[in-house]
């Protein structure tokens, strides 16, 4: 991190000493600045997320930046049927529909919340005004830790630190930032055959471990969106699911979906005034219901209702090859989006 960075977030914890700390303020100096993440480590991880990678690359389809929010509606229906972490700790991560954990305590007031699942590992990055969090649970030590996505830390070495959470041991460390309060991550294991790890904005260590409590291993959610693909080729399955909610219920969504060989990706964007839908009337191409334009780099785009839709027909580098673009338009055809993209329990 830069000196300036150093001396704007000791001022930003000087400002807030004693009391909650302003985490959009730091989460945005602190991933403006970081670098040098890691890289998955397997194929598979690498796998897991690349529907993640791939529409983060495409984001300038549909714009750099969400609403204003009001008060935040941020939680995923409930499955009562499904089992938590704790009860089938082989199960994480391998159900990209199912996030075995919940988070209401961490996400209570968020401005928005993304909800992720598949490739191994299952997560919530938590956006708010007095809680900025990232919490990932994964089967395997090797899972984690090749976990790439980061609230901005910085890649240089840390001194860590034992603790415990709860009767568990586990390490804590601060990266890299001054005054003794910074981002500060946890990572433990919080039961047998599982690993994890949160990082959050606090004033210390004692902060960044009890705000472990407020995950919850013992019960489980649908990594639910308002859209669905109504005609997918025989033998392929979602391989990775993530939504963000927000103020308005549904912000934007992406799904990874494949097989052995061959995948493709789907994201979602609802529009806002600061990011209106593009006009694709004039697309050279149709998919059932939807004129479609095409992009030189692979994507499909079209618009429904109030969302941007774009279908990354591309495989990621030498980890799968795509669909062609006769398969991606019988995929677009067979989109469907929920009338409410207000209410997650409906979807």
Not at 5 to 18: P, S, W, Y
Not at 138 to 148: F, I, K, P, S, V
Not at 269 to 284: F, I
Request: hydrophobic share 40%.
């Amino acid at each position: 991190m830069s000196h300036d960075l150093d001396e704007r977030i000791v001022a930003t914890l000087q400002a807030h000493a004693g009391g909650d700390l302003d985490t959009e303020a730091l989460v945005g100096r602190a991933r403006a600045n970081g670098g040098r993440l890691k890289r998955r480590r397997r194929a598979v991880a690498v796998l897991g997320t690349a529907a993640v990678s791939a529409v983060v690359a495409v984001t300038t389809l549909f714009g750099p930046s969400l609403p204003a929010p009001g008060p935040a509606t941020v939680a995923l229906p409930a499955a009562p049927d499904r089992p938590g972490a704790t009860a089938r700790p082989e199960l994480v991560g391998t159900d990209a529909t199912t996030l075995h954990f919940s988070a209401a305590d961490l996400t209570a007031g968020a401005r928005y919340v993304t909800w992720a699942a598949g490739g191994g590992t299952e997560s919530v990055e938590v956006r708010g005004d007095t809680m900025t969090a990232l919490f990932v649970l994964a089967r395997t030590e090797e899972d984690l830790a090749g976990e790439q996505r980061t609230l901005g830390a910085s890649g240089d070495p840390v001194t860590t630190y034992d603790v415990r959470v709860g009767d568990r041991p586990g390490t804590v460390w601060v990266d890299d930032l001054p005054g003794g309060a910074g981002l500060w991550t946890v990572r433990w294991q919080p039961a047998d055959g599982l690993w994890a790890k949160l990082e959050s904005f606090a004033h210390d260590p004692e902060q960044a471990v009890a705000a472990t409590a407020k995950v919850r291993l013992d019960s489980a959610q649908r990594c639910a969106t308002p859209f669905r693909l109504t005609d997918v080729p025989g033998g392929m399955r979602i391989l990775h699911c993530s939504v963000t909610l927000g103020g308005r219920g549904f912000e934007e969504g992406a799904l990874r979906v494949g097989d052995d060989e061959h995948w493709f990706s789907l994201r979602v964007e609802r529009s806002h005034p600061d990011n209106p839908l593009a006009d694709t009337s004039h697309g050279d191409l149709t998919a059932g219901p939807y004129q479609v334009e095409r992009r030189s780099d692979g994507v499909l785009t079209t618009v429904v209702g109030s969302c941007s839709v774009g279908l990354i027909r591309e495989g990621w580098g030498d980890w799968g090859d795509g669909v062609t673009e006769a398969e991606a338009i019988r995929l677009l055809a067979g989109y469907r989006q929920a009338d409410n993209l207000d209410d997650a329990g409906s979807w």
